[in-house]
Structure formats: structure tokens, C-alpha cells
């Protein structure tokens, strides 16, 4: 059972109380108090001080001090007035349980408001954490979506850089075929004015070697032609010959029904392999032709629908994959899914197909077909 405390002392004024509790050597850490309006308690084992106050005091202004072997109590009054006691006189043990019971609730009551505020705070910390976090991404995708549409601007001002030069180069081109032509021209006429000087000045007696300065003129001038103007090709046909299938054998030793069985086989062999993908089991005929796919895809392309025309031109391709339009088709209907990868790939195709088919083209020509294409 703990010790009572009983000499303490107290002083008061009209606005605050000051309780003095001696500890008695007890270490400061192991002081429990306990205070509300109406109930003071320290508990400091074996001791232990409880006051019933005479009047409410203001808890959350109120303040204890420990030090010195001693805690010093600074209550504030809720009203102004001077005290006659410090407890509460003639208080019996029902009342004072009903005190204490009563003065732990109030605890209770404040503690629960205290974590419910302290949630509360926490909740609206977490808001605004996340307000702030959506803030940056925002400001962040922003950021990332102004470089893609700087880099995208750089490159079409690149495009038409490059366009402009390739148009100023043909220009220049032109310009100095013409140049060329000119001079070429020029070096006739200066040709022929040399020749006409020359004759006009020979003498009139010399009128044989006139006639052959003229006929060397026009011998010069059918030259030129002739130097300007390819001669026309001649005309022949080609006699293509093929030789019959014969068969190695006598004919009394002759396989010739093994043979053509073979053939057949061979034939069948072949229409079966046609039906190995089982998209076609169930196809009409015509849907078994790439060029009608290949349409099919680009109606399907015009109408937005770009899985639909993929899966079209997969199709398409599976069938007859030399066919470098479907690889670019679907590479526009990739480029409209975001697909780059995808779009680079078959690019990339098409471009090997065409490469190995003409062997001529020019990337510049096909990039600038690709960019038509994909109506850049």
C-alpha cells in the first residue's frame, strides 16, 4: 500500500495555486503525475500525493516542475478568486471515486481527441504530400512532353533544311546543265562564224577549195549531229527453244506411272503445304490472295481500325513475305499504335526487300517514298 504524502505546502493568489511535494530521494524518472480540473495526483513509488481541488483549474496551462528532491506545481485558475482550502472539505470515499473516475475519463476523452487530431494532422500531411508529389510528376511530364515536342519541332525544321538544300542542289544542277548547253552553243556558232569568215575571205578564184571549206562544214555540223543523237537500236527476236522432258529409261524398262505418281504426289505435297496455316482453313478464296488482303488492310487503316489492318497485312505477309508495301503498310499502322520499335523493324524490311529486288534505289529516294508514305 503506498505512503501518503502529507507535508506539503501551498500558496495561492487570486489567478494561480503553488503546491510544493517533497520527493524524498526518488528518482525523477519514476514520478507518474496525473492532473485534470477537479484531481491532482503524483505517483511516485512507495509514495504517492492526491489532492481533490477545491476549484477547476486550467490543465493545459498549468505546469510542474522536478528538481531539488522536489516538484513544484504552477495551477491556473479558471476563475479569478481566492480559495479557502485547497481540497475539497468533507469529501467521503464515494465522492472522491466518483472524482477520480470521472477525472480519468476526461484523461480518456482528451487522449482520444488528441490521437483523433493527430490523425487528422497526419492524414492532412499525407494529402498534402501527395498533392505536392502530383504537383512534380505533373510538372514533370510536362517537362518531358515540351522536350518531346521541342525535339519533334528540331526535326522538322531539320526535314526541311535537308529539303531546301536537296531542292537548291537540283537547282544548281539544272543551272549548270544549261550552262553546259549554252556554251556548247556558243562554241558552235563560234565555230561556224570561224568557218564563214574563212570563206569569205578565200578568193574568188580558189572557188574548189570554197566548195570543199563548205562541204567540210556540213561534214562538221552532220558530226555534231551525229555526236548529240544516239544511232537507233536494231530490231531482232530471240528464238527460245525448250527441250522435252525424256526420260532416261527404255521405254519397255520405263517408270513412267511411278514418275507421274511422283508428280502428283509432289503437286499435292505442295497445295498442302499452302494450307499449313490455319488461318486458311477457313477463308474464302479470293481472302487467300495478298493483293486482296493487302486492300482489305488499307480500308481497314483508312477507317482508324489499325489492329484490324495488322492483322490484315500479318496475313498478307505469312502468304508472300517479297512484297515490300505490305512491311511498309504495317509499319504506318505501327507508327499510328506508337509501336517505333515495331515501325523501324519493317522499315527496315522493306527496305532490304526493295534493295535486294532493284539494287539501284537510293535511301534518299526511299526515305523520302517512306515519309510520303506515312504522310509526314
Given amino acids: 500500500m503506498p505512503l501518503q504524502v502529507s507535508d506539503y505546502s501551498w500558496q495561492q493568489t487570486k489567478t494561480a495555486v503553488f503546491i510544493s511535494v517533497p520527493l524524498r530521494g526518488v528518482c525523477v524518472r519514476d514520478a507518474d503525475v496525473f492532473c485534470t480540473e477537479n484531481y491532482l495526483k503524483v505517483n511516485f513509488p512507495p509514495f504517492l500525493f492526491e489532492v481533490f481541488l477545491y476549484a477547476p483549474i486550467d490543465e493545459e496551462s498549468s505546469k510542474a516542475k522536478i528538481g531539488n528532491n522536489t516538484i513544484i506545481f504552477t495551477l491556473h485558475k479558471k476563475e479569478v478568486a481566492m480559495w479557502d482550502t485547497l481540497s475539497v472539505s468533507g469529501a467521503d470515499k464515494e465522492m472522491m471515486q466518483r472524482i477520480r473516475e470521472k477525472s480519468i475519463l476526461q484523461a480518456q476523452e482528451r ?147 511411278e514418275e507421274e505418281e511422283w508428280l502428283h504426289k509432289q503437286a499435292e505435297a505442295q497445295r498442302a503445304m499452302n494450307t499449313d496455316i490455319p488461318e486458311l482453313c477457313d477463308l474464302k478464296e479470293e481472302e487467300k ?75 534518299t529516294k526511299l526515305y523520302k517514298m517512306m515519309l510520303r508514305r506515312f504522310g509526314i
Fill in 111 to 257: 487522449a482520444k481527441e488528441a490521437t483523433e487530431a493527430k490523425a487528422a494532422a497526419r492524414r492532412e500531411d499525407q494529402k498534402y504530400t501527395l498533392n505536392v508529389m502530383m504537383k512534380i510528376e505533373e510538372e514533370e511530364r510536362k517537362k518531358i512532353e515540351d522536350m518531346k515536342e521541342n525535339e519533334r519541332i528540331k526535326a522538322t525544321k531539320e526535314l526541311e533544311v535537308w529539303k531546301e538544300r536537296q531542292r537548291k542542289a537540283e537547282e544548281q544542277k539544272r543551272f549548270q546543265r544549261k550552262e553546259k548547253s549554252h556554251q556548247q552553243e556558243k562554241q558552235i556558232e563560234e565555230e561556224r562564224k570561224k568557218l564563214k569568215h574563212k570563206s569569205l575571205t578565200r578568193n574568188s578564184a580558189s572557188r574548189n577549195l570554197a566548195t570543199k571549206g563548205r562541204n567540210s562544214e556540213n561534214i562538221f555540223f552532220e558530226k555534231l549531229k551525229e555526236d548529240s543523237i544516239p544511232a537507233p537500236r536494231s530490231v531482232g527476236s530471240i528464238q527460245i527453244n525448250f527441250t522435252p522432258r525424256a526420260f532416261p529409261t527404255a521405254l519397255r524398262e520405263s517408270q513412267v506411272a
Fill in 289 to 363: 490472295n495478298p493483293e486482296w488482303l493487302k486492300d482489305k488492310g488499307n480500308t481497314l487503316f483508312a477507317t482508324e481500325n489499325y489492329l484490324a489492318a495488322i492483322n490484315a497485312y500479318n496475313l498478307a505477309i505469312r502468304l508472300n513475305n517479297k512484297i515490300p508495301l505490305l512491311y511498309l503498310n504495317r509499319a504506318a499502322c505501327h507508327l499510328k499504335l506508337k509501336n517505333l520499335h515495331k515501325a523501324i523493324e519493317d522499315s527496315s524490311k522493306a527496305y532490304r526487300i526493295m534493295k535486294l529486288h532493284l539494287r539501284l534505289i537510293h535511301p
